[in-house]
């Protein structure tokens, strides 16, 4: 039996050639990828069925980053003639980026939303897709004083127990919905190619867990070059009739989803009202570990305004879940000093807070 093993650990599948093998090399239709992150197709003969095609959404293993599609051109009793299609494209850097309520929002004041800044934080997305153009980046903003008043006010947590709460859920959704599409807006206006993703579509609750996240949309939008934007939302839950799931859940979920279909984040990065995680007077805490949190969460500061997901602690102890992945999280004031957010996205040294194991 032969084997043809392919490697190149540069390039992703898009086409860009076609050659021609001999007559009588056969292929199989099943593919494997074995131990050593190769891909190997063996050789069956006479046989008149296609291969698969070997990628989902454009997306493959960055190790197998080259890859093959043979299809049957002509068969026959004496052998067959295939067409072999190279399929490549650049890997891309897959940066999560967090656009915190705290920010982009005012906590204190119902509905109200910071347009200015909103509009700040655009710019710099753009400017960093501009210098970057292989940066792949997937938004997520916070609900502020949107959602999270709706939520507080007919105490949607737990489950479902009466009519008012039903309601609730509708004006919980629409509030968050709002921010998304304001957010969207400005991304658009600078020239950002957003695109809004609503969770309580893609997403399947039971018992208070994910049991589905449908993350074809997501794909399809990165497979056409285009920024995500999602935001936190209730959603339906099998069980409790409800759930409410925050932005860094989300943003949780969707990074060991990626790393089950072994897509790459290469960093998080939690846009807030602060310029990291702080201590009770104020001072920076630029690095925290799973071996120093438990001395520094009593010093946290607590939560300001509306917010029903629990503010920086919540932030820290989904980061921490991720940490014990190897994936490391920045939180910053993108809007504290010029280029904040911009410097951050392209991977320079910014002042902030980093989580990691």
């Known amino acids: 039996m032969?084997?043809?093993?392919?490697?190149?650990?540069?390039?992703?599948?898009?086409?860009?050639?076609?050659?021609?093998?001999?007559?009588?090399?056969?292929?199989?239709?099943?593919?494997?990828?074995?131990?050593?992150?190769?891909?190997?197709?063996?050789?069956?003969?006479?046989?008149?069925?296609?291969?698969?095609?070997?990628?989902?959404?454009?997306?493959?293993?960055?190790?197998?980053?080259?890859?093959?599609?043979?299809?049957?051109?002509?068969?026959?009793?004496?052998?067959?003639?295939?067409?072999?299609?190279?399929?490549?494209?650049?890997?891309?850097?897959?940066t999560?980026?967090?656009?915190?309520?705290?920010?982009?929002?005012?906590?204190?004041?119902?509905?109200?939303?910071?347009?200015?800044?909103?509009?700040?934080?655009?710019?710099?997305?753009?400017?960093?897709?501009t210098e970057e153009p292989d940066l792949q980046l997937i938004l997520g903003n916070g609900s502020g004083s949107f959602a999270h008043v709706p939520a507080t006010e007919y105490r949607m947590s737990g489950k479902i127990q009466n009519k008012k709460q039903k309601m609730g859920f509708c004006l919980v959704q629409n509030a968050a919905a709002r921010l998304n599409q304001m957010v969207v807006s400005a991304l658009l206006a600078a020239g950002v190619r957003a695109v809004s993703l609503q969770p309580s579509a893609m997403i399947d609750s039971q018992a208070g867990?994910?049991?589905?996240?449908?993350?074809?949309?997501?794909?399809?939008?990165?497979?056409?070059?285009?920024?995500?934007?999602?935001?936190?939302?209730?959603?339906?839950?099998?069980?409790?009739?409800?759930?409410?799931?925050?932005?860094?859940?989300?943003?949780?979920?969707?990074?060991?989803?990626?790393?089950?279909?072994?897509?790459?984040?290469?960093?998080?990065?939690?846009?807030?009202?602060?310029?990291?995680?702080?201590?009770q007077d104020g001072g920076l805490i630029s690095h925290i570990t799973r071996s120093t949190y438990g001395k520094i969460k009593p010093l946290l500061n607590g939560v300001t305004g509306y917010d029903i997901t629990g503010g920086m602690s919540h932030k820290i102890e989904e980061s921490m879940k991720l940490a014990e992945k190897n994936i490391s999280t920045l939180i910053i004031n993108g809007t504290s000093s010029p280029d904040l957010l911009k410097n951050a996205l392209l991977g320079k040294p910014v002042e902030g807070t980093v989580i990691s194991y």
Do not use: C
């Open 2 to 94: 032969t084997v043809l093993w392919i490697r190149n650990p540069a390039v992703l599948p898009t086409i860009i050639d076609t050659e021609e093998l001999s007559g009588g090399q056969f292929f199989p239709v099943s593919e494997l990828l074995n131990p050593e992150n190769q891909l190997s197709f063996r050789r069956f003969p006479n046989t008149g069925e296609m291969i698969k095609i070997l990628w989902q959404n454009g997306y493959f293993d960055p190790k197998i980053t080259r890859s093959v599609k043979i299809s049957l051109n002509k068969a026959n009793s004496k052998g067959a003639r295939w067409t072999r299609q190279e399929r490549y494209q650049p890997m891309k850097k897959i």
């Open 96 to 129: 999560l980026l967090k656009l915190g309520g705290s920010l982009i929002t005012d906590k204190t004041k119902p509905f109200t939303a910071r347009l200015d800044i909103i509009r700040n934080l655009a710019g710099q997305i753009k400017e960093a897709l």
């Open 209 to 279: 867990a994910i049991a589905r996240f449908n993350l074809d949309p997501l794909l399809s939008a990165m497979k056409m070059n285009l920024v995500p934007v999602f935001y936190g939302d209730i959603v339906f839950d099998s069980e409790l009739g409800f759930k409410i799931y925050s932005t860094e859940q989300l943003l949780s979920a969707v990074v060991l989803a990626f790393k089950k279909k072994r897509l790459p984040v290469e960093r998080i990065i939690h846009n807030g009202i602060t310029k990291g995680v702080l201590d």
